[in-house]
């Protein structure tokens, strides 16, 4: 394994930074790829950076991406190279991520592709779902067709260096839903003087719990997770006047995702006007599903039978979203995982940190799929 690799993994794990802060890891990876052979390299963003390799014909276009950023996790390891940051840390592998994209634009350097070209994209803001809007919508994507893009995801729970894929849907559709509510505070010996949203935040949690069906094997799985709420203030003589609760919701189809929504919000409205109280709802950190071609994921197969790896195929994609699945909406492409290890911490867990023995697997993954497209 290429030692500079592993340094610079834990140099990056030591230093983290949070979505849309990721400006010295920016700079970091910026410097690092001004020492290879890439034709350009740029940042698009002011977190965002580009590699680009050419081959002397024409050919196909191929982006590949590696997202930066951490979380906002006190991680507890002890080791050399934990986080130097108070509660922020790499616990999802975005620093073995970039690390991997780093060797691939090495591994480029040393072996030129013949033709077309190739995008390494290191990608700010995966964590909150801001990160792939904003690199597509700078001026560099503006008009830049391309042909294929591929991304992968370390997988704590599967054997070390196993390839994993799956056609269609590889990651959920997910967003989080904010529902403010604004009533009116009184007394709490009289809180008929007021309307107090306690009784409405219950029947929304329970109206949200009647559309849930959590079975990942069925086409038709949506699943609404409660996960934070808040009521008036820490006042025992006042009946509360104001209130919020905030899902996340998941499902593999997209329409089947919005009319569920639609009907949670009529629910969540009806309710509102019952109690006799203002509604608010907003949406944040929204990933969209990766859909993973068809012929993408043939190309990924290839490529760990080329490097001798094991493959192990999903029969339902992960509940969980990916910012990358943007980029799988616009063009052909597919995202696939690598196996971390089955006793590996899992991810966002405070003692999770990336394995620095996948590293050349993820290197030469995406270099085969170079040389399957641009040899």
């Known amino acids: 394994m290429n030692e500079n690799l592993i340094e610079i993994r834990k140099y990056l794990h030591a230093n983290p930074e949070l979505s849309e802060q990721e400006y010295e890891t920016a700079n970091f990876i910026y410097k690092h790829l001004q020492k290879t052979k890439a034709n350009e390299v740029l940042k698009i963003t002011d977190t965002a950076v580009v590699a680009v390799f050419e081959g002397k014909e024409k050919g ?144 929304i949690v329970l109206e949200a719990n009647k559309l849930v069906k959590n079975q990942p094997s069925e086409p038709d799985f949506f699943l609404i997770t409660t996960v934070y709420s808040q009521l008036g203030e820490l006042a025992y003589g006042i009946s509360a006047g104001d209130g919020e609760v905030h899902f996340t919701i998941r499902a593999w189809d997209k329409d089947l995702f919005t009319k569920k929504v639609k009907l949670l919000e009529e629910s969540i409205q009806q309710i509102c006007d019952e109690e006799k109280l203002s509604l608010n709802i907003s949406w944040t950190e929204e990933f969209d599903a990766n859909l993973n071609d068809t012929k993408s994921v043939e190309i990924i197969e290839t490529a760990a039978n080329n490097s001798n790896l094991s493959i192990t195929v999903l029969d339902n994609p992960f509940k969980w979203g990916e910012d990358f699945g943007l980029f799988t909406q616009k063009f052909k492409g597919a995202m696939f995982g690598i196996g971390a290890g089955e006793d590996t911490p899992a991810l966002h867990n405070p003692d999770y940190d990336f394995p620095d023995e996948i590293i050349p697997t993820g290197v030469e993954m995406f270099y085969q799929i170079t040389t399957e497209l641009h040899a």
Request: charged share 20%; net charge negative; glycine share 6%.
């Open 60 to 203: 196909k276009t191929t982006m590949l991406r590696a997202d930066i950023d951490a979380l906002p996790i006190q991680e507890i390891n002890d080791f050399e190279h934990r986080s130097k940051t108070d509660n922020v840390s790499h616990k999802c592998g975005h620093d073995g991520h970039a690390t991997v994209m780093l060797g691939v634009a090495q591994k480029l350097s040393e072996n030129p592709i013949s033709s077309g070209k190739v995008i390494l994209l290191f990608q700010p803001a995966e964590e909150n779902g801001k990160g792939a809007s904003a690199a597509l919508s700078s001026a560099y994507f503006e008009n830049l067709a391309i042909d294929f893009v591929f991304a992968f995801h370390n997988l704590p729970g599967f054997p070390t260096n196993e390839i994993v894929i799956k056609e269609g849907p590889f990651t959920s559709n997910v967003s989080s839903m904010i529902i403010k509510l604004k009533g009116k505070t009184a007394h709490a010996a009289e809180p008929e003087m007021g309307y107090n949203p306690s009784v409405a935040i219950a029947k």
